[in-house]
Each structure stands twice: as structure tokens, then as C-alpha cells.
């Protein structure tokens, strides 16, 4: 599982997760990163987390085929 990255200069921690290759047409780049915003090790860890579940669901959302209605 992918962990936090901490910017060098401003020592805020970030999402950085690779866009997985079926899905890169769908989202439109190859790389998701999002502000965890705190500089915190231990904070960044849990927010990571979340936002980690978060990314994993819509990305499940994406692969899921629309069901056909009767």
C-alpha cells in the first residue's frame, strides 16, 4: 500500500497515487495527488487512509458496468 509523501520544502504531506492503466482514459492522467494538509507523521498516516479508500472507491465506481434496465 502506497503511503504518505512529504513535500520537501513546505513539509506537508500529500496523496500520490499512480492512476492504475485501465483506468487512465477515465481519469485522464496518469497520477492522483491531493494536500493531506498537516505536517504531522502520525495525523498524515490516518488522513492518508481516508483519502487512500476514498480514491480506491470511485476508482471500483469507474470499473463497475452500468446494469441495463429490464
Do not use: C, H, N
Not at 16 to 33: F, N, Q, T, W, Y
Not at 40 to 51: H, I, L, T
Request: glycine share 4%; no cysteine; net charge positive.
Amino acid at each position: 500500500m502506497p503511503t504518505p509523501v512529504k513535500d520537501k520544502k513546505s513539509g506537508i504531506y500529500y496523496v500520490r497515487v499512480r492512476v492504475p492503466a485501465d483506468l487512465k482514459g477515465i481519469v485522464g492522467r496518469a497520477e492522483v495527488s491531493k494536500s493531506l494538509r498537516t505536517r504531522d507523521p502520525s495525523e498524515a498516516k490516518e488522513r492518508f487512509a481516508a483519502e487512500y479508500r476514498k480514491i480506491q472507491k470511485r476508482w471500483a465506481s469507474f470499473r463497475a458496468k452500468p446494469e441495463p434496465l429490464p
